[in-house]
């Protein structure tokens, strides 16, 4: 499933395609996994779920640019589900193969009364995110750190690739209850979730099956994985000798190192 490197990357794409072509007037943002589209009165709430992309098709010059996941040169029209037309001769399609996403569209509503948005918590690069939210969050948490890094009531957008890297980055174990963790570890966590989301998004996401940005480049964030996906190969920090273990937590895939992960 797509997290939100992978959604910030569909934004900026379509920004940079479509934002000024006319439906009426449209605004693009991102909440967490979700992308908006804000009309005069109304705002459309896009999840892409599993295998949803957009594509946004010149008939002009007749070329499709592709701006989402699962990208595939046999394309079927049978899964374009979503069509807008739009001024200049371009048309935005939304293809989605196992129809796990859903747009959803709300008359005259601020976006944070919307029962998706509502419950989310802050933003990973809100100023919010701060030592004392951490501390006061977790006081009374008898859940390991996993857990509550991906839930999105704690911290909206974090999903469980960027998860497993930002407590490699920590030295923490998944499994440790986050109501032990000290200041400077509470830190390095913070720190850790800006910095791997903002490299994760300056490589343009992670292409983990075969999702392609809008020029048909994969991402490659995932060359620069630490610990994802790396189950039994050696620790790759320096010093460290450590095996790279997999567990399940929460039906999730947990990867980390034996040795330098406490």
Do not use: W
Request: with cysteine; proline share 3%; glycine share 6%.
């Amino acid at each position: 499933m797509p997290e939100l490197p992978e959604i910030e990357i569909v934004k900026r794409s379509l920004i940079k395609m479509i934002n000024k072509a006319r439906i009426i007037d449209i605004k693009i943002s991102r909440k967490s996994k979700y992308l908006i589209l804000h009309f005069t009165k109304k705002i459309l709430l896009i999840h892409f779920g599993m295998t949803g992309k957009f594509l946004v098709l010149n008939s002009k010059k007749k070329e499709i640019a592709k701006t989402s996941f699962y990208y595939d040169l046999n394309i079927l029209p049978k899964h374009n589900h979503i069509y807008f037309f739009l001024s200049g001769g371009k048309t935005l399609i939304y293809n989605d193969v196992r129809r796990f996403g859903f747009m959803k569209l709300y008359n005259n509503r601020k976006i944070n009364d919307v029962k998706h948005i509502s419950k989310l918590g802050p933003e990973p690069f809100s100023k919010k995110i701060n030592i004392s939210y951490f501390k006061n969050i977790i006081k009374n948490k008898n859940v390991n750190i996993k857990i509550l890094l991906m839930d999105q009531t704690f911290i909206c957008g974090l999903g469980n690739i960027y998860v497993n890297e930002v407590l490699f980055m920590s030295n923490i174990n998944p499994l440790r209850k986050c109501k032990k963790l000290n200041n400077n570890e509470i830190k390095k966590i913070i720190l850790n979730i800006k910095l791997v989301l903002k490299i994760a998004i300056s490589k343009g996401g992670s292409s983990i099956k075969n999702f392609n940005n809008t020029d048909g480049k994969s991402g490659s964030f995932q060359q620069l994985f630490k610990v994802y996906g790396r189950e039994k190969k050696f620790c790759s920090s320096t010093p460290c000798k450590g095996i790279v273990r997999k567990i399940n937590i929460s039906n999730r895939s947990s990867f980390f190192c034996n040795k330098c992960q406490k």
